[in-house]
């Protein structure tokens, strides 16, 4: 069973920087498209960035320039890299790995930007 698990969420200060992990349990990142995405307080759940099996990368206009998705499939993790955060970055984060038609989601981890 495919199992992803985000870690590295917590509380930044305006203008700071995070970088979220997303483990899964085998070797299932590779060739696979793997997105970030974000739940803020009382909002639905928004893509944030993407990578796709090839490498290729993709970010939400909202974040572009600030995040950076990257992949490391030696330790079957994929990173967001959060940099210049906003108080309007605050929410829960989930990875989100398809595989074909299926989609697996993690738990979330939290993510909190205030002075």
């Known amino acids: 069973q495919v199992q992803l698990v985000e870690s590295g969420g917590g509380l930044a200060q305006p203008g700071g920087s995070l970088r979220l992990s997303c483990a899964a349990s085998g070797s299932i990142f590779s060739g696979n498209v793997v997105g970030w995405y974000r739940q803020p307080p009382g909002k639905q759940r928004e893509w944030v960035a993407v990578?796709?099996?090839?490498?290729?990368?993709n970010y939400a206009d909202s974040v572009k320039g600030r995040f950076t998705i990257s992949r490391d499939d030696t330790k079957n993790t994929v990173y967001l890299q959060m940099s210049s955060l906003k108080p309007e970055d605050t929410a829960v984060y989930f990875c989100?790995?398809?595989?074909?038609?299926?989609?697996?989601w993690g738990q979330g981890t939290q993510v909190t930007v205030s002075s």
């Open positions: 989100r790995l398809t595989v074909g038609l299926y989609s697996y």
């Open positions: 990578i796709l099996g090839g490498g290729t990368t």
